[in-house]
């Protein structure tokens, strides 16, 4: 069981479980509900024991000739008991997910169930046999993307906001990019693993150099977009200017030392915490404000 515990890893549940309920709350004015601690909980451990789990399983042929697996970077199975520890993976995410999903699109409307149908399907169609979305480039980033950028989307469809406003759209396309851009940076450090290993990827196809420069220039577009929102909302643009100078110090980065972008993705995984830190006094500035 610790093994299963450790495929959803527990340093990542925030990021999923943040969004939903910051975007849950903010467009409810602090409404505390049933919907809200369920939706909340759901985000914070089965959505992930979900996602990285179907991702150890089906990846650990990989995974066992990757250094950076069996940390903090991803659980690994020990190989004398893989198949058993495999198959309490799929179980226990399938177990756990399944009441969460039966309530939620049991008080939501029509949209919010579709919504977040797709993000759940996103989150298995990354990794799982045949759909493989993370083997496709772009597509790979684009869906990384939603696995975040999906709790906040469904908590604002469950909740009837509206999509279009001002205050709405900067941050749901500035988390888009922002998702795009960590995702392709973190996938770097894998370029000669990838390729050697036959996986595509964003980054075994523009290359490490290309895709370092890509991932900055997304994260400068994010601050641009978040300047948008209205006062004190557009104090977010300098966030995502952070991760642009962290990945900027690897713009030297080639193919044949991609490995040393993985400094990078380490200080990207305890950056989170300190700029979430700061979103969220901010978050508590703008309710305050508002």
């Not at 220039?217 to 642009?244: D, E, S, T």
């Not at 830190?277 to 901010?282: E, I, K, R, Y």
Request: one cysteine or more.
């Amino acid at each position: 069981m610790r093994q299963v515990l450790a495929a959803s890893r527990p340093f990542s549940w925030i990021n999923t479980a943040y969004p939903f309920a910051a975007g849950y709350l903010l467009a409810t004015e602090g409404r505390v509900d049933l919907t809200f601690v369920i939706g909340t909980l759901f985000f914070l451990i089965p959505y992930n024991l979900l996602m990285y789990g179907v991702n150890d399983v089906f990846d650990y042929a990989s995974d066992l000739q990757n250094p950076r697996k069996g940390g903090i970077e991803g659980a690994l199975a020990d190989p004398a008991v893989a198949r058993v520890v495999h198959r309490r993976i799929l179980w226990a995410s399938a177990l756990s997910v399944l009441p969460f999903l039966v309530y939620l699109l049991a008080v939501g409307s029509l949209a919010a169930g579709l919504t977040l149908l797709l993000v759940v399907f996103l989150v298995v169609a990354y990794s799982a046999p045949v759909l493989r979305f993370k083997e496709r480039p772009v597509l790979d980033s684009a869906t990384s993307a939603m696995h975040f950028v999906g709790p906040l989307l469904y908590a604002l469809v469950l909740v009837g906001a509206d999509l279009g406003s001002r205050s709405v759209w900067p941050v749901l396309v500035a988390f888009v990019l922002w998702g795009m851009a960590s995702h392709a940076f973190g996938a770097v450090q894998d370029v000669r693993a990838d390729r050697e290993g036959g996986i595509g990827s964003v980054a075994t196809v523009l290359g490490a150099h290309a895709t370092v420069v890509l991932a900055t220039v997304a994260y400068v577009l994010a601050a641009a977009v978040l300047l948008v929102l209205p006062w004190p909302g557009w104090l977010a643009a300098v966030l995502p200017l952070v991760y642009a100078a962290s990945t900027a110090r690897f713009w030297s980065v080639r193919d044949e030392d991609c490995e040393r972008a993985n400094a990078g993705w380490r200080t990207f995984l305890w950056l989170n915490l300190v700029v979430g830190f700061l979103v969220t006094m901010l978050l508590i500035a703008i309710a305050l404000t508002t």
